[in-house]
């Protein structure tokens, strides 16, 4: 990775696509602070692309911009499709997208092989990753047979706009998947729509090599939000509650516990709360995840694979809908 447009000490170049609000020291980087993360002062924002302020230098055109940076953070979904990206990478500039966006499985191939060739590092979505609870139920020792998940969304107005798959379930999916390192044998899927025409609760079930089985419910017109995930293997169970970021592990040689089914925090073996990050939080992880990747020559927490993984089986769960989904009765 020897494309690093160094001026001064390390001082690595960022060029930003889109709305800079998002980013955890806007305010003081509209000011005229030039550092992106005060975790990394050598990173530093060059000016923007297709913005909505005069307060920093505003690039006239991608090529301009991608001219005196060594990588660009995009957040515009105008600009996160295949033919931009690609020609990021083809100017060996590593990219950060902070929203997703929707490529096929053979474009996000042909974005990985470019990268790299290119040694240029792509990272974009799977925001849950940077989540404590996520690094918690990855340092446990977990070896399912049975995993159970119910993500239930309370019902609003934008319910509508919201795909159950994309929206609300790959990050179940993932997390599935991270833990159960065996290859998918057979997937099945089946939905309803109550309230509109497109599926408003489905059921999945996912089985593995390993003859690990994976039964995932979802509804986007919940009475209340739920959000909780079960692994069961042969010597205890854990409960990973999303909602109030908490992972929950039972021991099967605790006999009083099966005599209580709400799954009391006095009867668990052990329960560990983990901080529940805002916005901003999220969002500088994310980048001091991406910078460091680049700086250490790492694979991404969010490469391109894991996408490709994710999609793989988000892909085969809309083929079974397709086939099984009963739509709404006008």
């Known amino acids: 990775m020897e494309h690093l447009i160094q001026t001064d000490c390390n001082i690595i170049k960022v060029g930003l696509v889109g709305d800079i609000n998002f980013l955890p020291d806007a305010k003081n980087i509209l000011k005229g602070e030039s550092k992106i993360l005060k975790k990394k002062k050598n990173w530093i924002l060059t000016g923007v692309y297709e913005s909505n302020t005069?307060?920093?230098?505003?690039?006239?055109?991608?090529?301009?911009?991608?001219?005196?940076?060594?990588?660009?953070?995009?957040?515009?979904?105008?600009?996160?499709?295949?033919?931009?990206?690609?020609?990021?990478?083809?100017?060996?500039?590593?990219?950060?997208?902070?929203?997703?966006?929707?490529?096929?499985?053979?474009?996000?191939?042909?974005?990985?092989?470019?990268?790299?060739?290119?040694?240029?590092?792509i990272q974009t979505g799977l925001e849950h990753r940077f989540n404590p609870l996520f690094a918690g139920i990855q340092q446990k020792e977990i070896k399912p047979r049975i995993i159970e998940t119910n993500h239930f969304c309370k019902y609003k107005k934008r319910s509508t706009?919201?795909?159950?798959?994309?929206?609300?379930?790959?990050?179940?999916?993932?997390?599935?998947?991270s833990k159960v390192r065996s290859e998918i044998t057979h997937i099945s899927a089946n939905g309803v729509g109550v309230i509109y025409n497109d599926p408003d609760i489905i059921n999945i079930r996912l089985e593995f090599q390993n003859a690990c089985t994976a039964t995932i419910s979802g509804s986007k017109i919940a009475i209340k939000d739920i959000h909780k995930t079960r692994f069961y293997q042969n010597d205890s169970y854990f409960t990973i509650d999303h909602l109030n970021n908490c992972i929950k592990v039972f021991n099967s040689n605790n006999e009083s516990f099966w005599e209580n089914t709400d799954e009391s925090d006095i009867l668990s073996e052990s329960k560990e709360i983990f901080e529940l990050p805002d916005r901003n939080s999220?969002?500088?992880?994310?980048?001091?995840?991406?910078?460091?990747?680049?700086?250490?020559?790492?694979?991404?927490?969010?490469?391109?694979?894991?996408?490709?993984?994710?999609?793989?089986?988000?892909?085969?769960?809309?083929?079974?809908?397709?086939?099984?989904?009963?739509a709404k009765c006008s």
Request: glycine residues 0%; hydrophobic residues 50%.
């Open 161 to 177: 706009h919201l795909s159950i798959i994309s929206d609300i379930l790959l990050e179940d999916i993932d997390i599935i998947l």
């Open 54 to 121: 005069d307060k920093l230098r505003n690039f006239k055109s991608l090529n301009e911009m991608l001219l005196i940076n060594d990588a660009v953070i995009i957040n515009n979904l105008l600009h996160s499709n295949f033919a931009e990206l690609q020609h990021i990478v083809k100017y060996c500039k590593h990219v950060f997208v902070y929203q997703g966006f929707p490529l096929s499985n053979e474009e996000m191939n042909v974005l990985q092989n470019l990268a790299n060739e290119a040694e240029v590092i």
């Open 282 to 326: 999220l969002v500088a992880s994310q980048l001091l995840s991406f910078f460091e990747s680049i700086e250490q020559k790492t694979i991404s927490k969010a490469s391109f694979n894991d996408h490709l993984a994710i999609k793989f089986v988000a892909d085969k769960i809309y083929d079974q809908l397709e086939r099984n989904f009963v």
